[in-house]
């Protein structure tokens, strides 16, 4: 029996929606049923089939998604390294009731965003449809971006975006909502990479490791994109037989990752280059905002969007190399495209760009990754050795009929659909599709917004309803799991500072725990007031943070409003545990709550960790709040025992702060010769006044300082003249002033735990620092060296480590040996032992009250 | 005018209000206490009192002053809605009731009895919060306390237009908080 398969893609006309097409023509012509259809596409084409979706109206949770989250908080919440699009997966469109998904043996979702939620995958597969995925981009196992830009946290959980500042918690949000829905290997899931590059990042990703995978490239219609008649075709666009076309072009090329100021750049190096024997230097650009600012030397013909595939194959031909500088890319079309039609293409050497070109064949890959100038040197090297050369037009030619041929991709679809539903495909080409037939019954689908629980929380929840979409019922799911295993549920509730390095908030040690053994519900809240609107209320919050005992707490009105939401979620939901990481800023109200409260009658065991130093703390909360929680933590030794005498009855544990000692390592090249150079980052509990007067008196004596200070406080005192501030600064530029560093000097008023030493340690840089709280159990007596707080010691000590190259290498070894030992992988597997422990005390006491 | 009269506890804070502009109130200061803090809620200005320090902040006033005989007396202006009182310095613990209500409060409060949690939840859903914390006041801190817990339950079912900000009243009403944590 013939097999019946739907493609789905949001848009026909992007990457991924040319793709699909492709894909679909490819089943067609391998003997399988199949259509395509999307709900978003210029035109309704024969092979086009454009899903009808009923349109939201104003206040609707579907607009309110799209218009007021997706185009509007998540763009201006965009970091200046953001550099592809960000997605929630909803509002989507419920095709699960339309004729041809009903008939389909397989779901083939393409790019699904906005079409096919991740609620939707799993009905799907529990309704008996064989889903299968083609990775276009990482946004089906990340927290939402489309490309991670480096980042890894897809491989544990996402939890703080280096794309985004998201106040709403909207990475962690979408990464537990797509893990809950389809991952632990969803029973009927199936996954196509294109390339290896793709295979590998999905394969160590945490929600779709588990799951089937099938290594398919992407079709291509050869016929279509085949080479012709290049001399006429370059007399046309008025191009000499000399001269060099070079072609660059994208969906939309204002997208980072896709290059284009790499290619600018580029070309402007290459065009005061000396190249031999080579006529004019001209650009062919297509697609969105395809109109360069180009140097003098280089020739622009610059043809917009291009609806027509027959005029696009024509400028392959005609050019005479794609040029390709993406930094991050799966399987673009346009490689597969120009080589199609015997033009080489240059390109760094990553993502599936590796995979596709064979270098010095049908191609050039560039090393140095992002660096324009290495890219204009594999442009001139491109030129020099492919271009001319009608052995590499026929090698690329040969390629891609042997790798994307339509019969090619057909037949290995085919097989792994086979595979899936277990029957064998070999029938004649199946032309036209009965398939089509059922999409072309013009249904009006409803919005589908039925959101999976673990998106629709606090603060998305306020967000939406205080945008006048409150309401909705979130949709439980629980992620699959082979029966018998129990895994522990854990509410962890954590703020949102923006100041925070994204990989060093507190919370890190979640993505480190044993996947198999916990379920994770984060619950991020912004500091700051925006989710109580009015400034009575806010006022009154203020007052009544003090009535209560936590101040601090009522200073920040969306702790106050988030508080109730967790306490509702807990009413509906069972959790094993709830933990709140920051514990001066939560727990308020779920403490004082009855046991009846809560969801079965069974309140969750409750952790708060406390991080300010006690000098703080005493006034910030009491011994009989803290008496209301199963457990206290502290981050630092002498902070618990002090917190053991403050609140006897309670069990205090004390584990540090962690520390990402991936990401803050050690540069790979020495540090510059120059002034002896420092840096503090911060500003809470900073002694800058302190640091100061020590500097002064090393700069009196003539000694050169470079004291560089991150930090966005606007209250720092009178900045001496060694001084660089330095604020808004990107995660890479932090950590090169660290490694840049021959010291980390940070003297501080009171401390706990603090980051900044620790990042500047597992960069391999010393410290000094203030001889106070919890500083001496994190640097311990190799790593650095800490004073009294005092302006004549420090500089007496500053002096020393100046004179003492040697000694400071040896203390930047022990600092980075002493990080390692604060690594987030071992603080996952402290909480480990932590929540299993407080688990079993809740269920001592459960069954003592039974 | 009636006087509605608050103890200021020794070690923590009350809190006044909702008030109307009908209202005069006092703060009783504990016996030893020379000096208090007042942080005044609303839209308002603030009322005058003699020998007071004030400064306007956002939401409303904060004033500081030294009362001779232990017992501020204070007009309430249009606008203000809420007045926070406090010992300078003192660990906060909340105390919520009046030490004394009106006659016709007290009385009201003798009807307080079943479903009383259902009466309070459908207030707050309406957004009637200044008349839910006025039938919380007239309970009394024993039947508020043992009202709460239906209530916190009730509101979490099914909040409707609940003020978030008055939970924290809800909560000290429950479990024995509503005198001191």
């Known amino acids: 029996m013939t097999i019946k398969v739907v493609h789905i893609a949001h848009s026909a006309d992007g990457g991924a929606g040319r793709a699909a097409r492709r894909a679909d023509a490819a089943c067609r012509a391998a003997g399988i049923d199949s259509s395509f259809a999307c709900v978003d596409a210029r035109a309704e084409t024969e092979d086009v089939v454009r899903l009808k979706v009923a349109k939201a109206r104003t206040g609707d949770v579907a607009q309110v998604l799209t218009d007021k989250l997706q185009w509007s908080l998540i763009p201006a919440q965009r970091a200046p390294g953001g550099f592809s699009l960000f997605s929630v997966a909803y509002p989507g469109a419920d095709i699960a009731a339309h004729p041809a998904v009903v008939a389909a043996d397989i779901v083939h979702l393409h790019w699904p965003t906005w079409t096919v939620t991740p609620p939707a995958v799993r009905r799907l597969a529990e309704a008996g449809k064989t889903v299968f995925v083609t990775l276009h981009d990482m946004w089906m196992f990340t927290g939402g971006c489309h490309y991670a830009s480096g980042c890894r946290q897809f491989e544990t959980m996402c939890m703080k975006c280096p794309q985004m500042a998201d106040r709403l918690g909207l990475a962690s949000a979408g990464f537990e909502d797509k893990l809950a829905a389809y991952g632990g290997g969803l029973p009927g899931l199936h996954v196509v990479a294109l390339c290896d590059w793709m295979k590998g990042l999905a394969q160590s990703s945490r929600i779709l490791r588990d799951a089937p995978f099938h290594l398919i490239p992407n079709p291509l219609e050869t016929d279509v994109f085949a080479p012709g008649d290049r001399a006429a075709l370059r007399a046309g666009l008025g191009l000499g037989p000399d001269d060099v076309a070079l072609l660059f072009g994208n969906y939309d090329n204002t997208e980072k990752r896709k290059g284009a100021d790499i290619l600018v750049a580029a070309l402007k190096r290459l065009a005061a280059m000396e190249r031999q024997g080579k006529g004019r230097l001209h650009l062919i650009s297509f697609g969105r905002n395809s109109a360069f600012d180009l140097p003098e030397g280089v020739a622009g013909l610059n043809f917009g969007e291009i609806g027509d595939d027959a005029v696009l194959a024509a400028l392959y031909c005609a050019a005479d190399l794609l040029c390709f500088p993406s930094v991050e890319d799966n399987y673009p079309n346009g490689i597969v495209e120009v080589a199609s039609c015997g033009t080489p293409a240059v390109a760094f050497r990553t993502g599936g760009m590796a995979d596709m070109i064979d270098h010095g064949r049908t191609g050039w890959l560039v090393d140095g990754l992002g660096d324009a100038g290495a890219f204009a040197e594999g442009i001139a090297a491109a030129i020099g050795a492919l271009v001319g050369d009608e052995s590499v037009r026929a090698a690329c030619r040969e390629r891609t009929l042997a790798t994307n041929g339509m019969e090619v991709v057909g037949r290995q679809l085919a097989a792994a659909y086979g595979a899936a539903l277990a029957r064998r495909v070999d029938g004649a080409p199946v032309e036209p599709s009965p398939m089509r037939a059922q999409l072309q019954s013009h249904i009006l689908l409803p919005v589908d917004d039925r959101m999976g629980a673990e998106f629709l929380k606090p603060p998305l929840a306020r967000f939406l309803a205080d945008n006048g979409a409150g309401g909705g019922t979130p949709e439980r799911l629980r992620r699959y799991a082979a029966p018998g295993k129990e895994r522990l549920r854990v509410l962890a509730v954590r703020s949102f500072h923006e100041h925070h390095s994204v990989y060093s908030g507190p919370y890190h040690f979640l993505r480190h725990l044993p996947a198999d053994a916990y379920d994770i519900s984060n619950v991020t809240v912004p500091l700051g007031d925006e989710m109580m609107a009015e400034a009575e209320a806010r006022g009154l919050a203020r007052a009544l943070g003090a009535l209560v005992g936590a101040a601090p707490f009522g200073t920040q009105s969306n702790a106050w409003v988030a508080e109730w939401e967790i306490a509702r979620r807990l009413r509906q939901e069972r959790f094993d545990i709830v933990h709140f990481i920051d514990g001066e800023l939560g727990g308020w109200l779920v403490s004082r709550l009855p046991d009846s409260f809560f969801a079965g009658g069974v309140r969750p065991a409750l952790l708060t960790m406390l991080h300010q130093p006690e000098a703080l703390l005493k006034d910030w909360t009491s011994a009989a709040a803290l008496a209301r929680f199963d457990m206290l933590g502290a981050v630092a030794e002498h902070q618990a025992d002090w917190l053991r005498a403050m609140v006897p009855g309670v069990p205090v544990v004390s584990v540090p702060h962690g520390i990402d000692t991936d990401y803050f390592c050690p540069a790979p090249a020495e540090r510059a010769a120059g002034p002896f150079r420092m840096v503090a980052v911060g500003h809470w509990l900073r002694d800058y006044g302190l640091a100061f007067a020590a500097l002064d008196r090393l700069a009196a004596e003539g000694i050169a300082l470079d004291y560089r200070v991150v930090s966005h406080a606007t209250n720092l005192p009178p900045l001496p003249g060694y001084v660089t501030l330095r604020s808004g600064i990107s995660e890479d530029d932090l950590r090169q002033e660290y490694r840049e560093a021959d010291l980390v000097f940070m003297p501080l008023a009171a401390a706990t735990a603090n980051n900044a030493l620790l990042e500047g340690m597992a960069c391999g840089t010393p410290v000094m620092s203030t001889r106070t709280g919890g500083v001496p159990e994190y640097v311990g007596a190799q790593a650095g060296v800490l004073c009294e707080a005092e302006a004549g010691a420090m500089a007496e000590a500053l002096r020393a480590l100046i004179a003492d190259p040697a000694r400071r290498a040896a203390m930047g070894r022990a600092a980075r040996a002493r990080a390692l030992t604060f690594d987030w992988r071992e603080m996952g597997r402290r909480f480990d032992t932590l929540y299993r422990e407080l688990a079993g005390r809740r269920g001592a006491a459960a069954r003592m009250r039974a | ?181």
Do not use: K, Y
């Open chain 2, 1 to 181: 005018m009636s006087v509605r009269r608050w103890s200021v506890p020794e070690a923590g804070a009350c809190l006044a209000g909702p008030l109307t502009e009908a209202d005069e109130v006092a703060f009783v200061l504990p016996e030893g206490a020379g000096t208090v803090e007042l942080r005044g809620i609303g839209d308002c200005v603030a009322p005058p009192v003699a020998g007071a320090v004030v400064l306007p902040v956002e939401g409303g006033f904060w004033m500081r002053l030294t009362p001779a005989d232990g017992t501020v007396r204070m007009p309430v202006p249009r606008g203000l809605r809420f007045v926070l009182a406090q010992v300078p310095g003192a660990m906060p613990a909340p105390s919520f009731f009046p030490l004394s209500g009106l006659p016709e409060i007290q009385a009201a409060g003798a009807d307080a009895s079943d479903g009383m949690a259902e009466h309070l939840a459908a207030l707050l859903r309406r957004g009637s919060g200044d008349a839910a914390l006025a039938v919380v006041q007239r309970l009394g801190p024993a039947q508020a306390e043992a009202v709460m817990p239906d209530l916190l339950a009730m509101l979490a079912d099914d909040p409707g237009d609940a003020p978030a900000h008055l939970l924290p009243f809800l909560a000290l009403c429950s479990r024995g908080n509503a005198r001191c944590a």
